[in-house]
């Protein structure tokens, strides 16, 4: 490439790919004249200008310009405030100004940049460094507009993952069939409840539920019969469990475990009654089940106040060994 040819500013080299939409504000028309036959012969700068400087704002608004040029002398309105309100204003807050004044004045340059301008140029100014410096203020804008989009595609990118993170940490805690917690997750929610009502000198109760005559289920009507079963078992239990620290379970096959914070006896006997009556009120049908034509379940329940030296599994167990005393007195129905 030659160097000649890429310092001649003229429309056929076109050395920059970006569009240069200038905004000229000055109340002098034969410096908007003046400038308008300077940069006209360039195809990537598109010149608009307003002599209204009270317009300026609405103009921008309009046009969208990606460089401001800013006079400071103009009547009835002082060029510093128009910069400043600029950036005030979110159209134009990062557009880049370029103040234009009559002379090299250090002081006023100063003010000029404190109140926000980007750059400084003295009337008329030379035409290849006027071009160089709309350009390079215009790609710099544009520049900074695409890494402010980048960087909230990255942010809503991070949002997702985050997003997906939960969400895989709430599946690790759900049994995939009947969507109540897994077994992973009651263990760890009743060790925990176990610890904290042990502090607290509060009761904690375990609810066992079973199907009953499952097998024969399956064996009359299919696996995948049987799922449903499950499924719809398991959202009566989840919907009798309403209080915000009850939590359901899938315990493993077809039993299901609540556990239930801070509750009485009384309370615990009319949750497991209930349990019992509902699955049965569902009325799933059942012709092979020797307790009746329906689906029934059996619970068998333990309640105490722990203590922090035991184990829960000690519940579980006294759960399970009340959950068997429904079971050997007939099935579909309530031990506590
Ligand atoms: P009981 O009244 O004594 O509880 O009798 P039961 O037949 O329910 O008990 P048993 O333990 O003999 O059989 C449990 C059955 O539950 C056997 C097993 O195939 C079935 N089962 C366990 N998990 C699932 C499951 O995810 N889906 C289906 N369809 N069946 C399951
Ligand atoms: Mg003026
Ligand atoms: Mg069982
Ligand atoms: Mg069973």
């Known amino acids: 490439m030659d160097n000649k040819s890429t310092l001649r500013p003229n429309a056929a080299s076109a050395p920059d790919q970006n569009p240069v939409m200038v905004l000229l504000v000055d109340d002098q028309l034969m410096i908007g004249e003046a400038l308008r036959r300077i940069l006209a012969d360039h195809r990537d700068i ?84 006027l071009i160089a410096r709309l350009r390079y203020h215009s790609r710099a804008y544009l520049n900074q ?18 997003k997906a993170n939960l969400e895989l940490q709430r599946l690790t805690k759900i049994d995939g069939l009947t969507g109540l917690s897994n077994r992973r997750y009651l263990d760890e929610y009743l060790a925990a409840e176990w610890s904290r009502t042990a502090r607290l000198r509060l009761p904690l109760a375990l609810l066992m539920i079973d199907v009953d005559e499952f097998k024969r289920y399956n064996d009359t ?9 499950l499924k719809t078992v398991a ?42 009556r509902a699955i049965e009120a569902l009325g799933l049908p059942h012709r092979a089940s020797r307790v009746g034509g329906h689906v029934t379940v059996s619970v068998g329940a333990a309640l105490w106040i722990p203590d922090e030296k035991d184990s829960p599994a000690a519940l579980i167990e006294a759960a399970d060994r009340a959950l068997y005393q429904s079971k050997a007195a007939g099935r579909n129905r309530f031990t506590l």
């Not at 310009?65 to 002398?73: A, E, K, M, R, Y």
């Not at 009507?221 to 079963?229: E, I, K, P, S």
């Open 46 to 129: 598109d010149f608009h200008y307003c002599s209204d400087p009270t317009k300026a704002i609405a103009t921008a608004k309009e046009v969208g310009p990606t460089v401001i040029l800013q006079d400071l002398v103009m009547p009835g309105v002082n060029g510093l405030d128009l910069v400043r309100r600029y950036r005030e204003d979110p159209a134009t807050r990062d557009v880049p100004v370029i103040v234009l004044s009559t002379k090299e004045e250090p002081l006023i340059k100063s003010e000029a940049f404190s109140a926000g301008a980007n750059d400084y140029l003295v009337k008329l100014p030379d035409r290849l460094e």
């Open 145 to 162: 507009l695409q890494r402010d989009e980048a960087y909230s595609a990255l942010r809503e990118s991070q949002q997702n993952l985050i």
């Open 221 to 229: 009507y299919g696996h995948l019969a049987g799922d449903d079963v």
């Open 235 to 276: 959202t009566a239990i989840s919907s009798h469990c309403r209080r915000s620290d009850d939590l359901a379970a899938r315990f493993g096959g077809e039993e299901f475990a609540v556990v239930v914070p801070e509750v009485s006896r009384d309370q615990v006997d009319e949750l497991g009654t209930q349990l019992c």
